[in-house]
C-alpha cells in the first residue's frame, strides 16, 4: 500500500517562505499523479497544486499561482510544493494526495479523484 507522509510546514511570518516534502513509501511514486491540497478550519479541501507522474504537467490554484511550485523527484519519491510570498490566507493543513494512473499528462485537484492521503502538515502564517 502506497503511504504518503508530509513534512515542512511550521509558523513563518507573511511574506516568508516554507518548501514542504512529501515521501511515498510501499509503492513506486512514479506510477502516481500527485496533488498538494489544503484544508483551514471551517472550510472545505482546497486543491491547490498537481503535477503529472512525468513531471510534463502541473497546475495551480489561483490563489497560489506565482507563488507556490510543485516538482517531484521520482527517484526520491518525493514530491515539493515550495511556497513563497506566504500569506495569512494561506494558513491550513496541508495534504499530499496521490492516485495512480496510466495517463502521463494526467493532473487534477479534485480531491475525490485521489485515493492515497498523507495525515498532513500545519502551515500557520502570522501577519
Known amino acids: 500500500q502506497l503511504q504518503l507522509v508530509e513534512s515542512g510546514g511550521g509558523l513563518v511570518e507573511a511574506g516568508g517562505s516554507l518548501r514542504l516534502s512529501c515521501v511515498a513509501s510501499?509503492?513506486?511514486?512514479?506510477?502516481?499523479?500527485v496533488g498538494w491540497f489544503r484544508q483551514a478550519p471551517g472550510k472545505e479541501r482546497e486543491g491547490i497544486s498537481c503535477?503529472?507522474?512525468?513531471?510534463?504537467?502541473?497546475n495551480y490554484a489561483d490563489s497560489v499561482k506565482g507563488r507556490f511550485t510543485i516538482s517531484r523527484d521520482n527517484a526520491k519519491s518525493t514530491v515539493y510544493l515550495q511556497m513563497n510570498s506566504l500569506e495569512p490566507e494561506d494558513t491550513a493543513l496541508y495534504y499530499c494526495?496521490?492516485?495512480?494512473?496510466?495517463?502521463?499528462?494526467?493532473?487534477?485537484?479534485?480531491?475525490?479523484?485521489?485515493?492515497?492521503w498523507g495525515q498532513g502538515t500545519q502551515v500557520t502564517v502570522s501577519s
Open positions: 503535477i503529472s507522474k512525468y513531471i510534463s504537467s502541473s
Open positions: 510501499g509503492f513506486p511514486l512514479d506510477d502516481h499523479a
Open positions: 494526495a496521490a492516485i495512480i494512473t496510466t495517463v502521463p499528462h494526467m493532473c487534477v485537484m479534485t480531491p475525490e479523484m485521489y485515493d492515497h
